[in-house]
Each structure stands twice: as C-alpha cells, then as structure tokens.
C-alpha cells in the first residue's frame, strides 16, 4: 500500500526554522516525484518544493526560494523539507504528495500527483 506520512509541524516564532518529513511506504523514491504543498483554508493548495526521483534534481518556488530547501535520504525512504527564517504568512498546513514520473523532472502541480499525505500544521505566530 503506498502511504506518505508528514512529520515535524509545529508552532514557531517569526525567523525559526522547522525540519518537515515525508516519510514514504509502498514504494522507493526512485522514478518518483515527491512534492511539497501547503494550503490555508479558502486558498488554492500551492506548491512549495519538489523532488525527482530518478536523478535527485529538485525545485522550489521563487517564494520560497533561499528559505526552503528539500532533501532526500533514500536509506529511509524519506524526503525532507526544511523551512527556515519563517514568516506569519508561511502559516498553512504542509503536505506531501507522490507521483510515478519515471524519468520525468517534478512539478509543483497539485493535479500530478495522485497519493497525499495527512498533512502537518506549520504555525508561524509570536
């Protein structure tokens, strides 16, 4: 059964940081693409950070380009997402979603991909 598991949500201060994981079962992460998204209720799910499996390339949107950054480690079937120097407006919940790419590079598309995690809660307040 393929399942995405997020972890590492939280409340944070303006300017932390935050370690997100998507931890993946049912299938390896080669010739998948594995791609972040956040959404804030009454607003389009958008795309974050994604990952190509089959060569490990990965993409970020220009929001939060310097700030995110995502990771793999294969080892543990596991993709990460780090968030640092984070801001009120990053304030969402964070999910991960997988697609079969084969070679293809990722895409920040929600309609790509077809297995989603729960999803964590990232809170931005002080």
């Known amino acids: 059964q393929v399942q995405l598991v997020e972890s590492g949500g939280g409340l944070v201060q303006p300017g932390e940081s935050l370690k997100l994981s998507c931890a993946a079962s049912?299938?390896?992460?080669?010739?998948?693409?594995i791609g972040w998204f956040r959404q804030v209720p009454g607003k389009e799910r958008e795309g974050v950070s994604c990952f190509s499996g089959s060569d490990g390339s990965t993409y970020s949107a220009d929001s939060v380009k310097g700030r995110f950054t995502i990771s793999s480690d294969s080892a543990r079937n596991t993709v990460y997402l780090n968030v640092n120097s984070l801001k009120p407006e990053d304030t969402a919940v964070y999910y991960c979603?997988?697609?079969?790419?084969?070679?293809?590079?990722?895409?920040?598309?929600?309609?790509?991909?077809?297995?989603w995690g729960q999803g964590t809660q990232v809170t931005v307040s002080s």
């Open positions: 049912g299938f390896t992460l080669d010739y998948f693409a």
């Open positions: 979603a997988a697609a079969y790419v084969g070679f293809k590079l990722c895409q920040l598309l929600p309609g790509e991909y077809d297995t």
